[in-house]
Nanobody
């Protein structure tokens, strides 16, 4: 069971990036997948989650309207499209899977403890 995140890099303010999270050992459509980010010296911060099957997509207030989460079942991959990037979006971004289905049971998507499988991070830097 593994998650592999990629797609980070350097973007200018107002620019865009698309992060990918490729899963192996399980089917992404069967579980909630979340994206978190962590800036230096700070705790992980929840960005977005896509619930299993068609139960919905969820966003933090700081990215709603700018970021979009999606899933490609054929590629077993979850994407995070990030538009209108801001310097405050600079962080290491992680994808995570809730393989215990806690989010399905309690509807809480924003807590890192709800996710038991994490990928390595990918660095996003927004700077002119």
């Amino acid at each position: 069971v593994q998650l592999q995140a990629s797609g980070g890099g350097l973007a200018q303010p107002g620019g865009r990036l698309r992060l990918s999270c490729v899963a192996s050992g399980f089917t992404v459509s069967d579980y909630t997948i979340g994206w978190f980010r962590q800036a230096p010296g700070k705790d992980p911060y929840w960005i977005s989650s896509i619930a299993r099957r068609s139960l919905g997509e969820y966003y933090s207030n700081s990215v709603r309207g700018r970021f979009s989460i999606s899933r490609d079942s054929a590629k077993n991959t979850v994407y995070l499209q990030m538009n209108d990037l801001k310097p405050d979006d600079t962080a290491v971004y992680f994808c995570a899977a809730d393989l215990n289905s806690l989010t399905y049971q309690n509807g809480i998507y924003y807590q890192p403890g709800q996710y038991n499988t994490w990928g390595q991070g990918t660095l996003v830097t927004v700077s002119s």
